[in-house]
């Protein structure tokens, strides 16, 4: 993208505002650092002789600036990755006067043994030109990560926060558990093929409506499910949001049950536990196994919760109940849905003294009557 004279100068000097200032300052950090991104700049003359290096670079080269003022860029060009990169991105730019070249780059950084990426950019306008480094590990990393867990465009909308999302945070938002019921017995009756084609179309099934409601994919546990609502991303409506994701699931799962029956194999469905609580949620786990995902009481309540749904049924914690009613009183969110909401008895909850009320979910079609997407007696038959 091409960077006008201007424009550059106004980088330059912004970069220098912000950077020089906090160099100034004992008590914050010398660099311009934005969830592990450091800027790191290079002015130079028409010679390649330097002409300004922020202070992030300097401290990373363990260099005084004021001794480097005027020296070509040999003398600085030697990070990590190997000598003479800045100069070969510098002639690139050169070929292209008044044009971003950008390079990005990676290495293992044998000492914290994880790999870095870093993104050159070069411009060169008139008798001056620029370097500027960004350390975009934490960009690659979230990329990495979360591809296998959220849609693209939470992803994109991760980046664009400039958050340290792997970071172990508590705060209040829902947990999904999922599984069907029957499954292992059905597919013991079944050929290897067959469990694992009737498997991968459950799976596939849930996980697009997850990815489509901007839904978590926490993990998923041969025939289970778990999914998050409000993170990475939060929204105020994470139990209203895993309601609508729970009655997609047992609307798509009837269809396959539809199908399956066609095809002659033996239909299976669904148990859902939904709770809402405060959670611990980020990386949690050792040096060698480390996973994002959320803890806590609440997370256990969830599963407690699917455990004891039976086949087509959506079981709430009273929190999230409390919640979902809360919203949908308020009208704020959009509700696609008709249901209406029945205690469904009390479970014992391991650590919690006394017995904990679950609430049912019924779903309700336009003209109100009850619906109820589990077997039917033909299937019990």
């Known amino acids: ?71 070509p860029l040999e003398e600085i060009d030697q990070f990590k990755w190997g000598p003479g990169l800045l100069g070969k991105v510098l002639a690139d730019a050169r070929q292209n006067p008044g044009t971003q070249v950008e390079r990005e780059i990676s290495f293992t950084d044998t000492v914290k043994g994880q790999d870095v990426f870093y993104q050159l950019k070069s411009v060169v306008e008139d008798d001056m030109s620029q370097i500027m480094i960004e350390d975009i590990s934490n960009l690659r990393n979230i990329e990495k990560t979360f591809r296998r867990f959220v849609s693209p465009a939470v992803i994109e909308k991760m980046k664009e926060l400039k958050k340290d999302f792997f970071k172990a945070e508590r705060y209040e938002m829902s947990v999904l558990f999922a599984d069907l019921r029957g499954f292992t017995s059905m597919s013991e009756r079944m050929r290897p093929d067959d469990v694992r084609a009737v498997l991968n179309e459950y799976l596939e099934a849930m996980i697009d409506i997850l990815f489509a409601n901007n839904a978590t994919l926490d993990k998923v546990v041969g025939d289970e499910v778990m999914a998050l609502f409000g993170a990475p991303i939060y929204y105020e409506d994470h139990a209203l949001r895993a309601l609508s994701v729970a009655i997609q699931f047992q609307l798509r799962q009837h269809e396959l049950v539809a199908r399956w029956k066609e095809a002659g194999r033996q239909p299976v469905y669904m148990g859902i536990g939904i709770n809402t609580g405060e959670m611990m949620v980020g990386n949690v786990g050792s040096e060698q196994a480390v996973n994002y995902t959320v803890i806590g009481h609440h997370v256990n309540l969830a599963s407690r919760l699917c455990d004891v749904a039976s086949p087509g049924k959506i079981l709430l914690g009273q929190r999230t109940f409390e919640t979902v009613k809360r919203d949908l009183m308020s009208r704020k969110y959009s509700f696609p849905f008709k249901v209406k909401f029945r205690k469904d008895g009390e479970i014992q909850v391991k650590g919690v003294s006394h017995p904990v009320d679950v609430i049912g979910v019924v779903m309700k079609d336009d003209d109100g009557n009850e619906v109820m997407p589990g077997p039917s007696l033909a299937d019990e038959g």
């Open 1 to 71: 993208m091409a960077q006008s004279r201007e424009e550059l100068l106004a980088e330059v000097q912004r970069l220098r505002d912000q950077l020089d200032s906090r160099a100034s300052s004992d008590s914050e950090p010398m660099m311009r650092s934005i969830v592990g991104l450091q800027d790191k700049v290079i002015q130079l003359d028409e010679n390649s002789l330097i002409q300004y290096i922020n202070s992030s670079l300097a401290r990373d080269l363990g260099i005084d600036r004021s001794r480097i003022i005027g020296q």
